[in-house]
């Protein structure tokens, strides 16, 4: 059974900052260096100082970090909830004119080994971030941005009851917090605490794999899940060293660091969004033999224009998979689709594993939600391709991550929207869970 316990979570204090919106951010791998600046314009506590601190240098960086939530909870910004709970979240937000709600709860979820048990990643790592994350982990002792999970639900059961939870807040309470995203105001944040027994009992309930052995599928944040695996491995051989340290003889719970912050929702839920990451490549990857290498693979239809593009791609059916392409050699443009001639699976992996023949690394590409920004990059550099994706399915990506393959998905395969509020609630890995 997959383990998710309440916790008490780290939160800012409304007494010390009135207007909670401005100390929320997204999480770090969306953050660019333009985002950054504007967040820490907001106000000075701001989460993203602690989510992606910046120092002169890595070791100074992670320090500050952790001297930084130190400092904040000493003063009463950040302090944490008097007894465990669950956090009801729910977040409303308009995509091309229409409107969408997405309802799901903040857990503390036990890490297991990646691809061994019953969380399922769905797409495969870099190296540098999660060497990032694993410092920051180390320097601050404590989860600042929660992942992102969904559960097999296939009869819709668990988005009906979240969903009931939202219409009768959970202990009757009233909202913790109510506000808009800081750096888009048609994203709504609420949050509330869910402290019964009864309640906290169904929730876990519903993760029970009573027909499907991976009930919980990695959305966003296969990295901090890796990470925190490693990490929850590092202080597990230090715990045994220290020979029952005090903190263990005393426990009220099992040990904080064996636990990630994890935000989970139905598959089922409407407001689970995924769009597509387009991707470019400032070389050709075929080496000359465009477009010959790929003839038996895909058919090709050179298009007139981007606006040609979008039409034709929309007019494939949605189970063949296709790609649009805009391809730039000496500054001379053209536009193509293509179209798999026999292939049934999600357009990312088809590019990668047969277009593209898993012949280079991820690190070669550059990645946005944007395809017109990766356009004019390859203009401004007149040579190059960029792929232009569908929204990926979300039954294909279930049916992949639950099969158990440890290939998976290349990485920046999907682009769950909108992304989760960082500084919602924390999870301090120091002590005892449920302390």
């Known amino acids: 059974m997959v383990d998710i316990q ?32 504007l967040i820490t314009r907001l106000h000075p506590y701001n989460a993203v100082h602690l989510e992606l601190p910046k120092g002169s240098g890595d070791r100074n960086r992670y320090q500050q970090a952790a001297a930084l939530l130190r400092r904040w909870q000493r003063l009463g910004v950040l302090k944490g909830d008097p007894s465990p709970a669950l956090y009801l979240y729910q977040q409303t937000f308009s995509l091309d004119g229409k409107s969408f709600s997405r309802v799901g709860f903040f857990c503390a979820l036990r890490v297991e080994e990646p691809w061994t048990g019953e969380i399922a990643p769905h797409e495969r790592t870099l190296p540098k971030p999660k060497a990032d994350r694993l410092r920051l982990f180390r320097a601050v002792k404590a989860n600042i941005s929660p992942i992102f999970g ?13 969903r009931q ?13 109510d506000v808009s995203d800081p750096l ?5 944040h609420q949050l509330w605490r869910v402290t019964r027994d009864e309640e906290i009992a169904t929730l876990q309930q519903f993760l029970r794999p ?19 695996w490693a990490y929850a491995q590092e202080r597990a051989r230090q715990a045994r060293r220290m020979k029952g340290a005090r903190w263990v003889a005393a426990s009220s719970g099992p040990p904080a660091f064996q636990y990630v912050l994890t935000f989970l929702c139905s598959i089922a839920d409407p407001g689970v969004v995924i769009l597509p990451t387009h991707r470019a490549l400032t070389e050709d990857p075929w080496r000359g ?8 693979e895909a058919t090709v239809t050179q298009i007139p224009s981007i606006a040609g593009l979008k039409a034709a791609i929309d007019r494939v059916p949605p189970r063949i998979p296709r790609i649009g392409m805009f391809r730039c050699v000496q ?31 991820p690190e070669r590409f550059s990645y946005s939600r944007d395809a017109a920004a990766l356009v004019r990059e390859i203009r401004g ?3 190059g391709v960029v792929f232009m994706l569908p929204p990926p399915r979300k039954d294909l990506i279930m049916q992949i991550a639950t099969s158990g393959d440890p290939q998976c998905l290349p990485p920046k395969s999907t682009y769950f929207y909108p992304k989760l509020a960082t500084g919602l609630v924390m999870l301090s890995l120091d002590g005892p869970l449920h302390q």
């Open 331 to 361: 500054g001379r443009e053209s536009w193509y689709l293509l179209t798999a001639k026999s292939r049934q699976e999600v357009e990312v992996a088809w590019l990668h594993g047969v277009l593209l023949g898993n012949r280079l690394p």
């Open 381 to 383: 550099r007149r040579r």
């Open 6 to 37: 309440p916790f008490c979570a780290l939160r800012f204090q409304p007494k010390n900052v009135p207007d909670l919106s401005r100390v929320l951010c997204p999480p770090y791998d969306v953050i660019s260096p333009k985002v950054r600046a």
């Open 165 to 177: 939870l939202v219409r009768h807040p959970a202990d009757g309470q009233r909202f913790l917090l």
């Open 289 to 296: 033999r465009w477009p010959t290498a790929i003839q038996h």
């Open 150 to 162: 969904v559960v097999a639900d296939p009869r819709g059961s668990l988005a009906d009851h979240l």
């Open 210 to 228: 009573v027909a499907i052995p991976k009930p919980v599928m990695i959305a966003d944040g296969h990295h901090r899940y890796e990470t925190a």
């Open 184 to 188: 888009d105001r048609t994203v709504q």
